[in-house]
Nanobody
Framework: QVQLAESGGGLVQPGGSLRLSCAASGSGFSRYAMGWYRQAPGKQRELVASVSSGAGTKYADSVNGRFTISRDNTKNTVYLQMNSLKPEDTAVYYC?????????WGQGTLVTVSS
């Protein structure tokens, strides 16, 4: 079974960029649909972006055009490139993997956008 570990979070100024990575251990990564979710303080967790096993992508309206999700099945890793970051992007970002009835989560990585 796949296990997930996020990295790449941190403090960035408005307008800056960060790239999050989610490394998966175990077998079968390529068959999972992968997603990035985020949860800001006092708010519900929301889907930011997803990439299917066939590499089709979807984005939340709030990040469309600023964020890019990608996957590298040779490295068992999914990425979230975040550009033009805004203070409202501040949240804990979670990696998610789904295959059939299996759903997995990483531990989360904090992204803070502040001057």
């Amino acid at each position: 079974q796949v296990q997930l570990a996020e990295s790449g979070g941190g403090l960035v100024q408005p307008g800056g960029s960060l790239r999050l990575s989610c490394a998966a251990s175990g077998s079968g990564f390529s068959r999972y649909a992968m997603g990035w979710y985020r949860q800001a303080p006092g708010k519900q967790r929301e889907l930011v972006a997803s990439v299917s096993s066939g590499a089709g992508t979807k984005y939340a309206d709030s990040v469309n055009g600023r964020f890019t999700i990608s996957r590298d099945n040779t490295k068992n890793t999914v990425y979230l490139q975040m550009n033009s970051l805004k203070p409202e992007d501040t949240a804990v970002y979670y990696c998610n993997a789904v295959w059939l009835l299996v759903e997995l989560w990483g531990q989360g990585t904090l992204v803070t956008v502040s001057s």
